[in-house]
């Protein structure tokens, strides 16, 4: 079974960056496709992007597209979210999660269909 440890959360101001990380450990990583998500206080948990097995694909969600970057290091066992010129809608736990390359179509963020996930980190945007 594979289990994730998510790392990097903070406050920063706004307009500043941030570098989450995401360990995982019990399996190959290369084995899953790999998410990030958000859930900001009183909302729903918000899909961030996804990457493919091997890191050669991502796709990402209109609110952070061209601001925020998924890659992963197999070789490492972790998965990185970089995050910049944040606002403080960006505030919120941050989740990353892994289902099985075959057990999804490409690009489908739904959260049920996800199916281990780490602990999440905090991350707020404020000045």
């Known amino acids: 079974q594979l289990q994730l440890v998510e790392s990097g959360g903070d406050l920063v101001q706004p307009g500043g960056s941030l570098r989450l990380s995401c360990a995982t450990s019990?399996?190959?990583?290369?084995?899953?496709?790999l998410a990030w998500f958000r859930q900001a206080p009183g909302k729903e948990r918000e899909a961030l992007g996804c990457?493919?097995?091997?890191?050669?694909?991502?796709h990402y969600a209109e609110s952070v597209k061209g601001r925020f970057t998924i890659a992963r290091d197999n070789a490492k066992n972790t998965v990185y979210l970089q995050m910049n010129s944040l606002k403080p809608e960006d505030t919120g736990i941050y989740y990353c999660?892994?289902?099985?390359?075959?057990?999804?179509?490409?690009?489908?963020?739904?959260?049920?269909?996800?199916?281990?996930w780490g602990q999440g980190t905090q991350a707020a945007v404020s000045s």
């Open positions: 999660a892994a289902a099985p390359y075959y057990a999804l179509g490409w690009a489908d963020m739904r959260p049920d269909t996800y199916m281990y």
């Open positions: 019990g399996y190959p990583m290369d084995y899953y496709i």
């Open positions: 990457i493919s097995r091997y890191g050669d694909t991502t």
